[in-house]
């Protein structure tokens, strides 16, 4: 293949015409090889140049371009008019940079300024309080909320996290008002609402929630979380029903979010503790599955969170609480991917609003993406509330006054049935405590302890002192074991028909005083049980008399006639006729319940003479008696014998004034301080006519089913005979005629009872 070169007219050697030759100054050489491959070569052919147009190669492209777009026409105006247009846009531009730059310091400048005195009016002691967690700040309510840190670096993020702190204003999200870095006063104060937290209202079954209390307060948490996310602190990470703060008008408040850097140095509770994993049970478990959990936690995470707290409006209490499950346990199974996902058990529905249910089941769906925002959660309240029969049919209708004032109506209804109901409760409480303070102290003198009144000491001119032990009790007490384990039916049962029964409570039959016992499964001591059974005879015995019983001391046991009330000169009969009922009772057929075959002996003695009594102490205090008296009727009990009463010679006289007693001579007997003194056995009534009472007996068998102890003594009801001292025995003492008849050394006081209230024992 040759190459030719065209010459034009002008370069013709003989230039006699316009046309163009075509020399040749080379070839193309194709050579083929064995492997069958072709080459090329190109060869200029000798003497041979090529002549270019101008003495140069041709350019690879137009000046202007092949589109012609790299020149413009000389004087045009469009090109004129970009140039300037680029030149103002770049100018522009970086105009802008400048602006935003210098916004952006000033900011920062002002915000490294006002923080700062704003930690320095905390420091300086603007906050004001006894309390480390309460406060006041500028007039204002404030809660402190201690970092357990010793230092905090004021950085820029953190200058930047308080800055975003103080720009939120919302109705639902808690007024952040500062923090303080000064050690060691390191703390994040806010504002103090007054009503408590969420939690707090929802476990406290006394405030009654409603159908319009509980959609607006769930329709608070909606509101307040969808408009943090919509902030530049994006996400809560900790949200709880004990961080939604509830106010005076029945808003709520959501608490504790923001400031990462402050927050991520509070003081937690220890890893892995109860406290900690209790924390837990309102994080989503993709958290959960994280070795680092952010502080701020994620918007799904928040969404999750809230389930669990719509859980807790179902239930009324907390979260999982009727799994019955340990809060490891629990969050152990939420972070495990289950399938189905483990989820609490909710048991109690709100009714009326059924569709929370299916809200809370969407909320807390394992998959964070399949869970909705709080946009969404909004929506689907006011569908519930238009759905639902609430007097205010549409929550978007209901303005926020007429919301707290129809909150602050319920609440002030509910107020008024607590108080009722609370009043009603005061009143039985009332009653118990009127009753246990009647059975410790006399009523005249708990009466004027009731009113703040002193209860001064007051001087008797005679009264009749009853002491009492059991014979041998020191040796019964030391065989027998400290405790033991009861198992017999609630039933009652004879002791003579069982005599391995352990059971413990009196009962008096149609004849005489039998013990039966009744009680559950439980411990109880040998002794005590001995004890309870044996004064609860007695005590059901001196209801019927004029007596007042001061005190048991182990197995002594303390009883006085003629105070506080005066009663003359039947306070020896009182006392003399119900010693005679207490021996009688025990000697006849009481048995100790874990020795049937044990007989007790009891020791009485008597005294009557003057005495001083008054209240002594204020922690606990103790209707006490004083005087010569005292120690008279004591040393005649310890001078006596078994199942025998022994009297001085002052009440022997005065029985016999009285009249209706049998009254045996014993002779002198020795007492401590007074030497040889003249005593008598008070031995029965007259004409042995020993007696119970129909009424007497009736009383004790009602109060033998009685619980012992302190319950016992709240629910039987007070003696009659304490409001109008008077008793059967009395009014039969007041018909007899004393004749005084002397035979075999006795003194016998004859007594024309007539009286039928009376049956033979």
Not at 67 to 87: F, H, L, R, W, Y
Not at 345 to 358: A, D, Y
Not at 396 to 408: A, E
Not at 673 to 688: E, H, I, M, R, T
Request: aromatic letters at 8%.
């Amino acid at each position: 293949m040759q190459i030719f070169s065209a010459i034009t007219g002008e370069n013709c050697p003989n230039n006699a015409s316009n046309t163009a030759t075509m020399v040749p100054v080379g070839y193309f050489r194709v050579t083929y090889t064995n492997s069958s491959e072709v080459s090329f070569s190109f060869k200029l052919s000798q003497n041979e140049k090529i002549e270019w147009p101008g003495g140069s190669p041709p350019e690879d492209s137009p000046k202007c371009g092949f589109d012609n777009d790299k020149c413009n026409p000389p004087d045009s105006p469009v090109g004129e008019s970009v140039k300037m247009a680029i030149i103002a846009g770049i100018s522009g531009f970086a105009g802008l940079l400048i602006l935003l730059f210098g916004v952006s310091r000033i900011r920062l400048v002002s915000l490294e300024t006002e923080a700062p005195l704003l930690m320095d009016s905390f420091m300086n002691g603007d906050i004001i309080g006894d309390s480390t967690r309460f406060g006041f700040f500028k007039g204002t309510s404030v809660v402190v909320k201690r970092v357990g840190t010793k230092h905090v670096d004021l950085t820029r993020s953190v200058l930047l996290e308080m800055k975003q702190m103080l720009d939120i204003r919302h109705d639902n999200l808690s007024h952040f008002i500062g923090a303080t870095a000064d050690p060691p006063n390191i703390c994040i104060v806010s504002e103090f609402y007054s009503r408590g937290s969420l939690q707090e209202i929802l476990e406290n079954k006394d405030v009654k929630l409603d159908h319009m209390f509980i959609c607006s307060l769930v329709n608070d948490i909606a509101k307040g979380m969808g408009h943090l996310h919509c902030t530049d602190i994006k996400s809560h990470g900790s949200l709880k029903s004990s961080n939604c703060l509830v106010d005076s008008r029945w808003v709520l408040k959501i608490a504790d979010y923001g400031l990462p850097t402050f927050r991520s140095k509070l003081t937690k509770t220890f890893k892995y503790t109860e406290s900690y994993y209790e924390d837990l049970l309102w994080t989503a478990p993709e958290i959960l599955r994280l070795s680092s959990r952010p502080v701020n936690g994620t918007q799904e995470g928040d969404v999750y969170s809230f389930a669990i707290i719509l859980q807790e409006f179902h239930t009324r209490e907390g979260p999982y609480s009727a799994n019955y499950m340990q809060p490891e346990e629990i969050v152990k199974r939420v972070t495990e991917a289950e399938i189905p996902p483990f989820r609490p058990t909710v048991v109690n529905l709100i009714t009326g609003v059924e569709e929370l249910r299916e809200l809370m089941k969407l909320c807390w769906e394992e998959k964070p993406e399949a869970r909705p925002d709080f946009h969404d959660i909004r929506k689907t309240m006011h569908r519930i509330v238009s759905n639902s029969g609430i007097s205010f049919s549409n929550l978007r209708k209901t303005n926020i006054f007429d919301n707290v004032v129809y909150m602050m109506e319920k609440y002030a209804d509910n107020l008024e049935d607590l108080v009722s109901e609370r009043t009603v409760q005061l009143m039985e409480e009332k009653k118990k405590t009127d009753a246990l303070l009647d059975r410790i102290l006399p009523r005249p003198v708990a009466e004027q302890l009731k009113r703040g009144k002193a209860v001064e000491a007051e001087s008797f001119h005679e009264v009749s002192i009853y002491f009492s032990d059991i014979v041998g009790f020191t040796q019964l007490s030391s065989d027998s074991t400290p405790m033991q384990m009861m198992s017999t039916p609630n039933a009652h049962m004879n002791v003579n028909a069982s005599k391995n029964s352990l059971d413990a409570s009196t009962v008096i039959s149609s004849s005489l005083p039998i013990l039966r016992i009744f009680a559950g499964r439980r411990e109880i001591g040998q002794v005590v049980t001995f004890l309870n059974a044996l004064y609860t005879l007695f005590d059901d015995i001196i209801r019927e008399f004029d007596v007042y019983k001061v005190e048991t001391i182990g197995d002594a046991y303390m009883v006085v006639s003629g105070l506080p009330i005066r009663n003359g000169d039947s306070h020896a009969a009182e006392i003399a006729g119900m010693a005679l009922h207490l021996i009688a009772g025990v000697k006849q057929d009481f048995v100790v319940p874990h020795r049937p075959d044990h007989k007790i002996e009891l020791r009485v003695g008597i005294h009557s003479g003057p005495v001083v009594a008054g209240v002594v102490g204020s922690t606990m205090p103790r209707y006490c008696l004083f005087g010569d008296t005292v120690n008279t009727a004591s040393r005649m009990e310890s001078t006596g014998e078994g199942l025998k009463i022994h009297i001085s010679e002052a009440t022997k006289k005065l029985l016999e004034k009285l009249g209706g007693f049998i009254i045996e001579e014993r002779g002198d007997v020795f007492l401590k301080g007074k030497g040889k003194v003249k005593s008598y056995w008070l031995v029965d009534f007259a004409k042995k006519t020993l007696r119970f009472s129909r009424r007497s007996f009736k009383r004790v068998k009602e109060h033998s089913d009685q619980p012992s102890g302190l319950l016992g003594i709240l629910e039987a009801p007070p003696s009659p005979c304490r409001v109008s001292r008077t008793s059967s025995l009395r009014r039969t003492m007041k018909s007899m005629q004393p004749e005084p008849q002397v035979a075999k050394g006795k003194h016998v006081v004859d007594a024309n009872d007539k009286s039928d209230d009376f049956s033979s024992v």
